[in-house]
């Protein structure tokens, strides 16, 4: 079944940057929509952004705009998010999958933004 790996969170000042990284396997990565969802303490599972398959077609939730930026390799089968100018309300674990929905998704990567 589909095998996601992520890593790359940490805990960070406000201000600071961060890559994720999300390792992909066991489907057709290089033809698949991809996603990062992230779901801060006691909350629901929100979108974050999401990368086209092929022409490389981004987008991202407005509170991210301008902040983030969602990449891939298809030759690597590796997804990324770079995360700048970060705030304390990005708090959340992050992950990566290739739902639309985020049904399906490893076992994230923990982002804190604390002073």
């Known amino acids: 079944q589909v095998q996601l790996v992520e890593s790359g969170g940490g805990m960070v000042q406000p201000g600071g940057s961060l890559r994720l990284s999300c390792a992909a396997s066991?489907?057709?990565?290089?033809?698949?929509?991809m996603y990062w969802f992230r779901q801060a303490p006691g909350k629901g599972l929100e979108w974050v952004s999401s990368?086209?398959?092929?022409?490389?077609?981004?987008f991202y939730v407005d509170s991210v705009k301008g902040r983030f930026t969602i990449s891939r390799d298809n030759a690597k089968n590796m997804l990324y998010l770079q995360l700048n100018s970060l705030k304390p309300e990005d708090t959340g674990l992050y992950y990566c999958?290739?739902?639309?929905?985020?049904?399906?998704r490893g076992q994230g990567t923990q982002v804190t933004v604390s002073s």
């Open positions: 999958t290739p739902d639309a929905k985020g049904a399906t």
């Open positions: 990368i086209a398959p092929a022409d490389g077609r981004t």
């Open positions: 066991r489907f057709t990565f290089d033809i698949s929509w």
